[in-house]
């Protein structure tokens, strides 16, 4: 089974500038999560979808990060413009599905965004 | 609120020794517990859950965790570690299932 895909794994930006990152879940997983994982912290949800709908985006920057995902698969997380706090590893997490159970996330290798 | 708090930032240990990670929760309603393990440059993968049921949880490469209601504590333990257990360990929370909240990692390095 093939595992929760990222690109591009590292990237660097300068201040101001818009980047993208990707993520490919596993296949049939329902629920997909973006996290930010700054140097030293534990994983910071910033959204989280149940197929193409956004279940909570509350710790989102809505200011200058947006996320979509479209027909319920593959989901884009932008952030436009970076700053300099948004250096960090951006993760991304599939599960079967989520509030009527507890289900398994299965995380990425993370996108790594250094923005100087 | 859910959240937990880990213990100890660094933990060195010898090879072959045991070990110990520490993990506290609060939450004032059900609550499911998680340790995950994060080698470098990769994500995330889970070692063990504890969802109901034993309260002794037994995960991948031989680690195992004990959750104790009385002390509010999940506390990770390998009797005897090996070098490629060097890596980053975190708990994390849920209580519904849709919002995890993780702890700041405890970083293992295991010493030949």
């Known amino acids: 089974e093939a595992g929760v895909a990222q690109s591009p794994r590292y990237k660097i930006i300068e201040k101001r500038q818009s980047v993208a990152f990707w993520c490919n879940p596993i296949?049939?997983?329902?629920?997909l999560y973006w996290y930010q994982q700054i140097l030293g912290q534990g994983p910071k949800l910033l959204i989280q979808?149940?197929?193409?709908?956004?279940?909570?985006d509350s710790q989102l920057p809505k200011d200058r990060f947006s996320a979509e995902r479209l027909k319920g698969v593959d989901s884009t997380l932008k952030i436009q413009p970076a700053k300099l706090e948004d250096s960090a590893v951006y993760l991304c997490?599939?599960?079967?599905?989520?509030?009527?159970?507890?289900?398994?996330?299965?995380f990425g290798p993370g996108t790594r965004l250094t923005v100087t | 609120a859910q959240s937990v708090t880990q213990l100890d930032s660094q933990v060195p240990v010898f090879e072959e020794a045991p070990v110990e990670l520490r993990c506290n929760y609060s939450?004032?309603?059900?609550?499911?517990l998680f340790w995950y393990v994060q080698y470098p440059n990769q994500g995330l993968q889970l070692l063990l859950k504890y969802l109901s049921g034993s309260t002794l949880v037994k995960g991948i490469n031989g680690f195992e965790a004990e959750f104790n209601k009385s002390q509010t504590s999940f506390h990770l333990r390998k009797p005897s570690v090996h070098i490629s257990d060097t890596a980053e360990y975190f708990c994390?929370?849920?209580?519904?299932?849709?919002?995890?909240?993780f702890g700041t990692g405890t970083s293992l390095t295991v010493i030949p």
């Open positions: 997490a599939s599960s079967l599905r989520a509030g009527t159970s507890i289900s398994e996330q299965y």
């Open positions: 994390a929370t849920t209580n519904t299932g849709n919002q995890f909240y």
């Open positions: 296949s049939g997983h329902a629920t």
């Open positions: 979808f149940q197929n193409n709908g956004v279940v909570d």
């Open positions: 939450s004032s309603v059900s609550v499911y």
